[in-house]
């Protein structure tokens, strides 16, 4: 990190550096790391929303997340929801970008439309794509019924309105992908593919030998970028189905469910605390792989 | 080859911009169009006279309307936008200063444990806002900063900074330090040199940071709806406030409303375009 350049680096200016990244710093230790810790000491108490009672229980809390069959399906959901909207997302992503990376007039125009829709707001284009697949009045079903096909109630069905959420999520984060994808395809080098086109291999050994591997790397770092969120997904399932759905819970609109409606505030600190256990177990992993991948760009 | 490359581009143009062009279709239709079972798509002067006729007629009435107060809601759209603006650009501002100037710390000067503090600044970004949301309302509660402009402002200043850090020391960085020795030599004093000499060379990356920091504070959802539910509630909360409201949703004012929301940002996000990459990838990635 810029370690070869210390010769220029005022020296003795600690209190100077200090002042720079001293309120930064403080301040993320008051809201991040302050509430962090507030919050392991909430999940050991019966706290309640109204009111200031509240008296230690012990791990009754974590007893109860761990015997909970609802949070043993959020968690499943989730994991499946990350699983199939990130491996989704990977998929047409990488092949956008495939389409995207050779020059012609108005790519610029055309990229800058595909990215537009990860910038938008998920609470606000999930409730506009609730009116979208509407089941009686929503414009795909009526496009579906145009052309004789079946129309499914997309957000009113229980085995269907998960894979909605899906869906919307892959129209929402397919452009971060193929973003990501995009700038791998581009830096590869362009003698390996001359290369590869004097040994006439075939197009699917240079992809699988070029392609792939060269930007695979990049790949790794948008798929964790990714799943770090999904992990969190709340602003979809809210704006679609509500907190309280069986059928969409996932982690986060558990937790706001049993913190803000039910109004137990010890138990949805558990519930914090076992997830901020999986969050932090993948963040550590992107972390190391940013580090990973800087210093395989410096040598 | 050639072929499945443009039906790859133009089912993926498709599938991005379709349901903003139905948002603006749906914005200057009136309410029984939105929710009509006949596709209704061709925007006419005058209404059809034809039941499943595909025209419809179309009316601004639903961006006049944008200032009704709608059944469940305490005031109109033109209120939560201006707190929606207010808590942005404060959040925005603050973030981009402080994260500037820890930055330029980190970039600049000798901080012990630097990359341990890197990392620990990054990985805030990855917090659930969960799992802090409860301990804040506790502090909110107490400091009286439940429904305040401010409260959230702060909040999303905080929420930012990793990305505000990791962006300004990547373009930082790319600054010769060689730029600020030479002010310095001239009689600049250091903080003279930063402000005369690194500020305007890091223009564009301030800009990246704000346009970035701002458009995570006008999405957000999660702490604006639990914090600020009563007062100083943002667009985001507002909407989703609406569904299940006894009139039914008002289609056309919300795809108005959205509208309105999101054209700063698509304007944002084509003006920053060339560096899309190094912002959603906290600047590990460069173009």
């Known amino acids: 990190m810029g370690t070869t350049a210390t010769v220029t680096r005022h020296r003795g200016g600690s209190a100077i550096a200090w002042s720079l990244v001293g309120p930064t710093l403080l301040l993320l230790i008051a809201f991040n790391v302050f509430p962090l810790l507030y919050n392991v000491a909430l999940s050991f108490t019966n706290r309640e929303l109204v009111g200031d009672e509240s008296r230690w229980v012990g791990t009754a809390n974590y007893t109860r997340v761990f015997s909970d069959p609802l949070f043993a399906a959020a968690l499943r959901r989730t994991a499946l929801f990350v699983l199939c909207a990130v491996g989704a997302e990977l998929l ?38 609730a009116l979208i697949l509407n089941g009686n009045y929503g414009v795909l079903n009526q496009v579906l019924g145009e052309i004789g096909l079946p129309q499914p109630q997309w957000l009113t069905d229980r085995d269907l309105k998960f894979w909605s959420i899906v869906v919307i999520d892959v129209w929402m984060w397919t452009p971060f992908m193929a973003l990501i994808a995009l700038a791998g395809l581009s830096a590869i080098p362009s003698h390996l593919y001359e290369a590869a086109e004097i040994d006439r291999a075939s197009r699917w050994r240079v992809f699988a030998r070029i392609t792939l591997p060269m930007t695979a790397p990049l790949l790794g770092l948008a798929v964790l970028l990714r799943a770090t969120d999904a992990l969190k997904q709340f602003d979809l399932v809210m704006a679609t189905a509500g ?21 137990k505030i010890g138990l949805g600190s558990a519930f914090a605390c076992v997830v901020l256990v999986v969050v932090i177990a993948l963040a550590t992993v992107f972390t190391r792989y940013l580090d990973h991948l800087r210093r395989a760009r410096e040598t | ?104 710390g980190f970039s600049r000067f000798r901080v012990p444990g630097e990359k341990d ?51 300004m020391k990547g373009f930082l960085d790319e600054i010769p330090r060689a730029y600020e020795e030479a002010a310095v030599v001239d009689g600049y004093s250091r903080f003279g040199a930063f402000v005369r000499v690194v500020l305007p060379e890091a223009r564009t990356g301030i800009a990246v940071t704000a346009v970035f920091c701002l458009i995570s504070a006008w999405n957000e959802y999660g702490f604006a709806m639990t914090l600020n539910s009563s007062g100083a509630v943002t ?36 003006l920053v375009r060339s560096h899309l990459l190094r912002g959603v990838t906290f600047g590990t990635v460069k173009q």
Not at chain 1, 100 to 113: E, M, N, P, S, W
Not at chain 2, 130 to 149: C, E, N, T
Not at chain 2, 236 to 265: D, H, K, R, S
């Open chain 1, 243 to 263: 907190p309280n759905d069986a059928a969409t819970q996932t982690l986060s609109t558990l937790m706001y469910q049993v913190v803000f409606r039910d109004g």
């Open chain 2, 235 to 270: 667009v985001p909360p507002y909407f989703a406030g609406l569904q299940g409201n006894i009139e039914g949703m008002p289609w056309p004012q919300i795809a108005a409303g959205a509208l309105i929301f999101v054209t700063p940002i698509v304007v944002f996000t084509i």
């Open chain 1, 92 to 129: 047409l992503g990488f092949a956008l970008a495939l389409a995207l990376v050779r020059d012609f007039r108005l790519k610029r125009t055309v990229l800058a439309i595909v990215l537009v829709p990860m910038m938008l707001s998920p609470a606000v284009m999930g409730l506009y794509w």
């Open chain 2, 117 to 167: 503090w890197l990392f620990f600044i990054l990985s805030t970004r990855f917090m659930p806002p969960l799992a802090v949301v409860v301990p804040v309302l506790i502090m909110y509660r107490a400091l009286d900063l439940q429904g305040s402009h401010l409260g959230l402002a702060l909040l999303y200043t905080v929420f930012n900074l990793s990305l505000a850090v990791w962006l």
């Open chain 2, 1 to 104: 080859m050639r072929v499945v490359r443009w039906i790859v581009i133009v089912l993926g143009l498709l599938f991005a911009a379709l349901p903003l062009v139905w948002m603006g279709l749906s914005s200057i239709k009136h309410r029984s169009d939105t929710i009509s079972q006949h596709l209704r798509w061709i925007p006419a002067a005058e209404a059809p006279t034809e039941p499943e006729s595909p025209a419809f007629e179309a009316t601004l009435e639903s961006y006049r309307d944008l200032q009704t107060v709608h059944a469940g809601a305490q005031h109109s759209f033109w209120h939560h936008l201006w707190n929606s603006v207010i808590i942005g650009v404060l959040s925005t501002i603050a973030s981009v200063v402080l994260g500037t100037l820890c930055a330029y």
